[in-house]
């Protein structure tokens, strides 16, 4: 752990604060999108959620949770993100792609918060959804900006690594990159078990369960 500490203090904090400022405005954005039209128009609000509920990753959910297959939840919502997290990290070279995927998660997030009161009816739902949220945001953001920094690493050899070798350069952080992934997938691991508790305590009290991951 001390190991990722120290790669983590290497990365310039401008480029996390970048990140997280792109999300904190596009969310408020959201946000306060969501609660006018929970005023102003609450069915326009629910034909959103109506086509979330729709997608096939939530019809598959649906499925697995008549079945009661909570630990195929599980496994199903962590490998769904992983693949998000470790899609990120590759196209995160690009640059682009990662600041895209924090805008469209930022809204969609932005406005779940904003009508988390037609989506859970209690403390606990809330306060899991809220971690959850938070792990997931903070993982596909890390994978991101790795991302960057392997094309970085390339167009800067000599202030990344004091060298010349451009490969030698990207391999270096390649290899640095891989430590960090290991700390998101454990983290979306997490996740993603604290995320089945919640959607268990939903189902056996008889609450529709909302998953989060997907």
Do not use: C
Not at 66 to 72: I, R, S
Not at 150 to 179: A, D, G, H
């Amino acid at each position: 752990m001390k190991e990722i500490i120290e790669i983590l203090k290497k990365r310039s904090w401008k480029v996390y604060a970048f990140m997280f400022s792109l999300f904190a405005i596009f969310f408020i954005f959201s946000f306060l999108s969501a609660k006018y039209m929970l005023e102003t128009d609450p069915k326009k609000i629910d034909e959103f959620l109506l086509q979330i509920n729709q997608s096939e990753p939530i019809k598959k959910f649906h499925e697995m949770l008549k079945e009661e297959k909570f630990l195929h939840i599980s496994l199903f919502i962590f490998l769904h993100n992983s693949q998000i997290a470790i899609i990120n990290y590759f196209f995160g070279a690009t640059f682009i792609f990662p600041i895209i995927i924090q805008i469209s998660n930022s809204f969609l997030v932005g406005f779940l918060v904003g009508v988390s009161e037609k989506i859970f009816f209690n403390f606990f739902d809330f306060a899991a959804f809220l971690i959850v949220l938070l792990i997931e945001v903070v993982s596909i953001t890390l994978a991101g900006v790795e991302g960057m920094y392997i094309t970085y690493s390339f167009l800067r050899p000599e202030k990344m690594w004091k060298t010349k070798n451009r490969l030698k350069s990207v391999r270096k952080t390649v290899n640095q990159s891989m430590k960090i992934l290991i700390l998101i997938l454990l983290m979306l691991f997490i996740a993603s078990i604290i995320e089945t508790v919640s959607i268990y305590y939903q189902y056996k009290s008889n609450i529709e369960a909302f998953i989060i991951g997907i």
